[in-house]
């Protein structure tokens, strides 16, 4: 093992050797053993024990009690026996310890009470102040001194995603008055996003400080966008944010829900690992990625439900696709149900590692 001093001294990376483990291996287009498997959304949702601990806890406050947050993060491993670990948190996380009042609506989801619609209300949004991120970073601390040589994944909501979010005012399908913004005043929207990117690129680059031994830029929305408005509009403050952990030693995972046609673009915003949902092939992508890039996905979530010899072979079908990748990551092509059987996914984990 040799220290790597771009990271603190106790990083996982530098003590319990994550930058070899098999995800990081996989992200480095190396293929040893059986693939890799974690899930997004794995910590919390579907699984009992979360439900559990959560009790009367609101979602954003659980997520930033740090003994509170280790656990739930920690559950999917003792469980599932998964080759990653997920820090349990929210994409609008960094919104919040910057002092924007948003919240996590039951049934809802993220809710702004203020939408940001004009200049002024862009430049009054406030610098988030580095020592919020205690709680965060604590979480962390606590999670890896646990998982050995098991790697935490940091992550965070793109630029594109939460942004819209603070445009909107909550979930949107169509984005349209985000993108009215991008038309109508794109110099406004480019300040929003800056700020954005500003805000979540110290919230990813204190995770990997902290102990996260790879990241996940994770955009929900950006499937909405053509390709010209995300390259003109959006790609520049998806790499502001990549570049932050770019001198860091750790995979840079970029993925985003309904963007086969973006996969490119993504990866030149500065990833060195492409997440596709289930709506392409694994083959697919890698062609439209020029064969150099490893890749993560792409179960179908909806195959969890379809018993399992149907997972089985669709799991089989996913494997067979991600041969074509220099490496390939097995992950759902979107985020775990919250109504599935958790014991599906631990014999899901199971029949992945026992695949030649």
Same mark, same amino acid.
């Given at each position: 093992?040799?220290?790597?001093?771009?990271?603190?001294?106790?990083?996982?990376?530098?003590?319990?050797?994550?930058?070899?483990?098999?995800?990081?291996?996989?992200?480095?287009?190396?293929?040893?053993? @059986?693939?890799?498997?974690?899930?997004?959304?794995?910590?919390?949702?579907?699984?009992?024990?979360?439900?559990?601990?959560?009790? *009367?806890?609101a979602m954003l406050d659980s997520c930033l009690m740090p003994?509170?947050?280790?656990?739930?993060?920690?559950?999917? =491993?003792?469980?599932?026996?998964?080759?990653?670990?997920?820090?349990?948190?929210?994409?609008?996380?960094?919104?919040?310890?910057?002092?924007?009042?948003?919240?996590?609506?039951?049934?809802?989801?993220?809710?702004?009470?203020? @939408? =940001?619609?004009?200049?002024?209300?862009?430049?009054?949004?406030?610098?988030?102040?580095?020592a919020a991120l205690a709680p965060v970073e604590d979480a962390?601390?606590?999670?890896?001194?646990?998982? *050995?040589?098991?790697?935490?994944?940091?992550?965070?909501?793109?630029?594109?995603?939460?942004?819209?979010?603070?445009?909107?005012?909550?979930?949107?399908?169509?984005?349209?008055?985000?993108?009215?913004?991008?038309?109508?005043?794109?110099?406004?929207?480019?300040?929003?996003?800056?700020?954005?990117?500003?805000?979540?690129?110290?919230?990813?680059?204190?995770?990997?400080?902290?102990?996260?031994?790879?990241?996940?830029?994770?955009?929900?929305?950006?499937?909405?966008?053509?390709?010209?408005?995300?390259?003109?509009?959006?790609?520049?403050?998806?790499?502001?944010?990549?570049?932050?952990?770019?001198?860091?030693?750790? @995979?840079?995972?970029?993925?985003?829900?309904?963007?086969?046609?973006?996969?490119?673009?993504?990866?030149?915003?500065?990833?060195?690992?492409?997440?596709?949902?289930?709506?392409?092939?694994?083959?697919?992508?890698?062609?439209?990625?020029?064969?150099?890039?490893?890749?993560?996905?792409?179960?179908?979530?909806?195959?969890?439900?379809?018993?399992?010899?149907?997972?089985?072979?669709?799991?089989?079908?996913?494997?067979?696709? *991600?041969?074509?990748? @220099?490496?390939?990551?097995?992950?759902?092509?979107?985020?775990?149900?919250?109504?599935?059987?958790?014991?599906?996914?631990?014999?899901?984990?199971?029949?992945?590692?026992?695949?030649?």
């Open positions: 093992m040799t220290l790597t001093s771009l990271l603190p001294a106790d990083h996982p990376i530098n003590v319990s050797d994550t930058g070899d483990s098999r995800l990081a291996l996989a992200c480095r287009g190396e293929r040893s053993g @059986p693939r890799p498997v974690w899930f997004m959304r794995q910590a919390g949702r579907s699984l009992p024990e979360y439900r559990e601990v959560r009790r *009367g806890v003994e509170l947050a280790a656990e739930i993060t920690l559950q999917p =491993i003792r469980r599932h026996g998964v080759d990653a670990a997920v820090l349990f948190s929210d994409i609008v996380v960094p919104l919040k310890l910057a002092g924007i009042d948003v919240e996590i609506v039951p049934g809802v989801g993220p809710v702004v009470a203020r @939408p =940001i619609r004009t200049v002024g209300d862009i430049r009054a949004l406030p610098e988030l102040d580095p962390i601390r606590i999670c890896t001194a646990e998982l *050995g040589a098991t790697p935490l994944l940091g992550f965070a909501g793109a630029p594109f995603t939460l942004a819209s979010y603070l445009v909107e005012g909550g979930p949107s399908r169509e984005h349209l008055v985000t993108k009215a913004m991008m038309y109508a005043e794109p110099a406004a929207w480019s300040e929003l996003a800056g700020w954005v990117a500003r805000t979540t690129a110290a919230f990813l680059r204190a995770q990997v400080l902290a102990g996260a031994s790879a990241v996940q830029l994770f955009d929900s929305w950006a499937g909405g966008l053509s390709l010209a408005n995300y390259t003109e509009h959006v790609a520049s403050h998806s790499a502001t944010v990549l570049s932050a952990v770019a001198d860091l030693p750790v @995979p840079r995972i970029h993925f985003g829900v309904g963007t086969g046609e973006l996969l490119p673009a993504m990866r030149d915003a500065g990833a060195t690992v492409i997440g596709v949902d289930h709506r392409i092939p694994l083959s697919v992508a890698n062609a439209r990625l020029g064969g150099t890039t490893p890749l993560q996905g792409n179960i179908d979530p909806a195959a969890l439900f379809a018993g399992r010899e149907a997972l089985h072979r669709h799991t089989l079908d996913v494997l067979r696709e *991600g041969d074509s990748a @220099p490496g390939h990551i097995v992950n759902l092509g979107h985020g775990v149900p919250p109504d599935t059987d958790p014991d599906v996914l631990t014999e899901l984990v199971a029949f992945v590692h026992d695949q030649p």
